[in-house]
């Protein structure tokens, strides 16, 4: 089994900045592709952004694009996603999900993700 631990996330006025952080303990065999969810309330899960592990760039939903960056700053079974220019659209639960199977595609869909991570809240202010 796999568990993701993130950590971040709170509470800023919309024009700020906030940073998530996950990290893949336990049989982290292979080479992952890490990524960020979110829900917001009353609201379907979406995808935010994925990386791949060697194999391929950063992904990212369009309503992110340029003001959001997911890297793995301490190896691949890590994943941070620095959040800037945020909006109060952008509220929501933040869920970090990982896969270790091989493949180059479906970063953007949930269902290709095998581990996901609690969640951890932001809130953007007016």
């Known amino acids: 089994q796999v568990q993701l631990t993130e950590s971040g996330g709170g509470t800023v006025q919309a024009g700020g900045s906030l940073s998530l952080s996950c990290a893949a303990s336990g049989r982290t065999q292979g080479n992952p592709v890490m990524g960020w969810f979110r829900q917001a309330p009353g609201k379907e899960r979406e995808f935010v952004a994925a990386?791949?592990?060697?194999?391929?760039?950063?992904l990212y939903a369009d309503s992110v694009k340029g003001r959001f960056t997911i890297s793995t700053p301490n190896g691949k079974n890590t994943a941070a996603l620095q959040m800037s220019s945020l909006k109060p659209e952008d509220t929501a639960v933040y869920y970090c999900?990982?896969?270790?199977?091989?493949?180059?595609?479906?970063?953007?869909?949930?269902?290709?993700?095998?581990?996901w991570g609690q969640g951890t809240q932001v809130t953007v202010s007016s």
């Open positions: 999900a990982a896969d270790f199977r091989f493949g180059t595609t479906g970063y953007s869909n949930s269902q290709r993700y095998r581990y």
């Open positions: 990386i791949p592990w060697n194999r391929g760039s950063p």
